[in-house]
Every structure is written in structure tokens, then in C-alpha cells.
Nanobody, 125 residues
Framework: VQLQASGGGFVQAGGSLRLSCVAS????????LGWFRQAPGKVREGVAS???????VYSDSVKGRFSISRDRAKSAVILQMNNLTPEDLAVYYC????????????????????WGQGTLVTVSS
């Protein structure tokens, strides 16, 4: 079982990045898929999640700027990040949770769910 995140990098404020997380070793179509981030010196926080029925939820801090989607053919979850600010600087992690239903909640992800290794997003002002 593996979640391989990629797409992080360096961008100036106002720019965009597209993160991708490819799942292998399990059928991600039956999992809620989410993105989390951890900024330096801060606790990890939920960013966005998409349910098995493709219903998305977002944290208030990214709503209107970020968009989460699935690519079922590639067993991937995508996070399109627009209008980035220095406050978005963090290591971004993807996760997969088999226990969520029609609606997904960022708070439902647990440590024993599947987690990726993280990809660093750096935003300069």
C-alpha cells in the first residue's frame, strides 16, 4: 500500500501549483481521499477531502482558492492550488480513509489510515 504525493515546489505569492497523489496497493475508489498540511512549528491541519461519491469539503483557509478532484483512471487525487500566499507554505500530505460515506469530513481521518510521505510547498512573498 502506498500513497505517492508529488507536485510541490517553489512559487511566488499569487501563483499556482497542482499536487497529485497516486494510490497503489488498494482500490482508492472506495476511500475518501484528503490533503493535509503541516507548516513549520504548527500542528497538521486538514485542507481538503473528497468523498467516495466525489463530494468535496475544504477548510475555511483554502475555500475558493483550492480545488480537490479524483482521477479514478489513475487512482489519484489532485489538489489544484491557486492564489497561493506565504501562509500556504507547508508540507502537504495525502491520506485515504475507508470508513467515510457519502459525506467526508476532514476530522474523520485517523492516524491508522493510509498516509503519503508529503511534498513541500514553498510560497515567497
Amino acid at each position: 500500500v502506498q500513497l505517492q504525493a508529488s507536485g510541490g515546489g517553489f512559487v511566488q505569492a499569487g501563483g499556482s501549483l497542482r499536487l497529485s497523489c497516486v494510490a497503489s496497493g488498494f482500490n482508492s475508489n472506495y476511500y475518501a481521499l484528503g490533503w493535509f498540511r503541516q507548516a513549520p512549528g504548527k500542528v497538521r491541519e486538514g485542507v481538503a477531502s473528497i468523498s467516495v461519491y466525489d463530494n468535496p469539503v475544504y477548510s475555511d483557509s483554502v475555500k475558493g482558492r483550492f480545488s480537490i478532484s479524483r482521477d479514478r483512471a489513475k487512482s489519484a487525487v489532485i489538489l489544484q492550488m491557486n492564489n497561493l500566499t506565504p501562509e500556504d507554505l507547508a508540507v502537504y500530505y495525502c491520506a485515504a480513509d475507508p470508513d467515510q460515506g457519502r459525506r467526508t469530513r476532514l476530522t474523520d481521518y485517523e492516524p491508522d489510515d493510509y498516509w503519503g510521505q508529503g511534498t513541500l510547498v514553498t510560497v515567497s512573498s
